[in-house]
């Protein structure tokens, strides 16, 4: 037992080691990025800087894989270059012993990561855009949900108007059960209106078999005013794509608040594909973790024997870096409905699985 917890020491060391210089790299990346895009709002280097570390978090998680692969790779060229795992299979304790504390620390972080980084990461993202509309004096949020349906805001000429809907269309561009609140400069609501179903045409709202309350300061009695309608119009700069996008994003829900979420968009008739996808990409961390390490494991281990161990690093970056690709385009299939959500964010981390443990086979004598 000593032995592999001395190897899982060591692997762990070298994933520390890995995650900080990666870690200050993005940083100092979104950094930069973030004073070449904001300069002309007046951002300084601080405002970047602080800006990125609300970022960072979330690439941090996405890029935990190659960090994995990378650390790993630091771990097992480190072995070999002392002889020690050549001392290893001489008291021996096989290749395939010897990597099962590595491969579970890899596991173990995979759970690290969905259960700490990506609730952490999802509350930096949400601070991160705030902050950003604050900086550059800009509200890009259009929609929020709850759990009885969601809302819409736009500036009128003058005030503002709130719609509420029950549902929408998989288009955006038809709402059910739609009521609009419209208000004035000093917040004060003026009137309310209610329709069964409100149509979005270009730059318009047109709401139909609906009933309209005036409820302004002069009007004692709402009801008594109010008139039915058969059509009613008035003018939006809201737009179909801006209601589509305006869901929280994948990466800004907490993993326990991700069933819900799910829920709230579906029961409002959008589409819950990439939550679904980004849940069971979470889930499936661990396993593409501990894949990444094996497959560093399997190359690095093999070929330190015969004098090649350049050619082997190589070979497991290119290695580990496709299957970090394969990944990525499985998730875009998923999220276009063209592969079903399992394959999407499960086939990958299980056959990188297969894969790695087979080639870790094929290499070893176990």
């Not at 790993?72 to 395939?96: H, I, Q, W």
């Not at 029950?166 to 209106?193: H, P």
């Not at 309209?212 to 009007?219: A, E, S």
């Not at 501990?290 to 090649?308: D, K, P, W």
């Amino acid at each position: 037992m000593t032995l592999y917890f001395y190897f899982a020491k060591r692997f762990l060391g070298a994933f520390v080691r890995v995650f900080a210089v990666l870690a200050l790299l993005i940083f100092v990346l979104e950094t930069l990025e973030n004073i070449r895009g904001l300069s002309k709002h007046g951002v300084d280097f601080g405002q970047a800087a602080w800006l990125a570390a609300f970022s960072s978090p979330e690439l941090v998680l996405q890029a935990m894989p190659i960090i994995v692969m990378l650390g790993g790779l630091t771990f097992c060229v480190g072995l070999a270059r002392s002889n020690e795992f050549v001392v290893t299979r001489a008291v021996g304790v096989s290749a395939l012993k010897a990597m099962v504390a590595p491969s579970l620390s890899a596991f173990g972080l995979g759970l690290a990561a969905m259960l700490v980084l990506n609730p952490l990461s999802a509350f930096f993202a949400i601070q991160h855009d705030s902050i950003r509309e604050t900086y550059t004096n800009s509200n890009t949020k259009t929609v929020s949900f709850s759990e009885d349906g969601f809302w819409l805001r736009q500036k009128d000429a003058d005030g503002h108007t709130v719609i509420h809907a029950e549902s929408a269309n998989s288009r955006g561009t038809s709402l059910r059960g739609a009521t609009a609140l419209e208000f004035d400069a000093e917040g004060q609501l003026v009137s309310r209106l209610y329709s069964r179903t409100a149509i979005l045409r270009e730059g318009e709202w047109v709401f139909t078999n609906g009933k309209y309350w005036r409820t302004d300061r002069t009007t004692a009695n709402p009801e008594s005013t109010s008139e039915v309608f058969e059509i009613k119009r008035f003018p939006t700069d809201i737009t179909p794509e801006q209601i589509l996008e305006g869901y929280p994003k994948p990466e800004a829900v907490p993993l326990w608040d991700k069933w819900r979420t799910i829920r709230a968009i579906g029961d409002a008739g959008f589409s819950t594909l990439p939550h679904r996808i980004h849940l069971n990409m979470e889930l499936a961390r661990p396993l593409m973790l501990m894949a990444m390490m094996i497959i560093g494991a399997a190359f690095t281990l093999q070929n330190a024997r015969m004098g090649n161990l350049g050619v082997s690093v190589f070979i497991a970056l290119i290695c580990g870096f496709s299957l970090y690709f394969l990944q990525n385009l499985a998730m875009t299939l998923g999220e276009a409905g063209e592969i079903p959500v399992f394959a999407a964010a499960w086939a990958p981390p299980l056959a990188a699985n297969l894969f790695a443990v087979g080639l870790f086979l094929r290499f070893e004598d176990g």
